[in-house]
């Protein structure tokens, strides 16, 4: 198996020896391939992750998920506080039910949602944490 460089050669010839971007040994080294290679996620699952994601790429959700790590809220209040409709904000909830981010719960008319568990908040919780890191230099 031979694995290629996803850079240009001559690039890594203009830079100082210690910013290359190659190894000085022969690659790939095929034990440490082979053990990678067993450590890769299957590519359904990956597939299922790249949705997940992809999901949490739109600044509303993220708004609405920031609101439900707080506490439970119906969508009447999260549509008053995002200054957003209540059929978009369902169809937001609808999206996040979907992928099992949210849960709910009908009382009477209202509708109450909330995070579905401790993944869902402690991965909104890390992704802030390492948004409001200083970059180091």
Not at 51 to 75: P, T, Y
Request: hydrophobic share 40%; glycine share 2%; with cysteine.
């Amino acid at each position: 198996m031979t694995i290629k460089p996803a850079f240009n050669e001559k690039q890594n010839e203009l830079l100082p020896n210690s910013e290359k971007l190659t190894c000085d040994f022969p690659c790939p080294i095929d034990d440490e391939v082979n053990y990678l290679q067993k450590q890769i996620i299957l590519t359904e699952k990956a597939q299922r992750m790249a949705e997940f994601f992809s999901l949490l790429g739109d600044a509303n959700r993220l708004r609405i998920l920031s609101m439900l790590a707080v506490k439970e809220l119906c969508v009447c209040d999260l549509a008053a506080a995002l200054e957003m409709s209540e059929s978009a904000v369902s169809h937001q909830m609808r999206v996040l039910r979907s992928m099992r981010l949210v849960s709910y719960r009908k009382q009477g008319r209202n509708v109450f949602y909330r995070l579905q568990d401790h993944h869902v908040l402690e991965l909104y919780q890390a992704v802030a944490e390492h948004l409001d890191e200083k970059e180091e230099s």
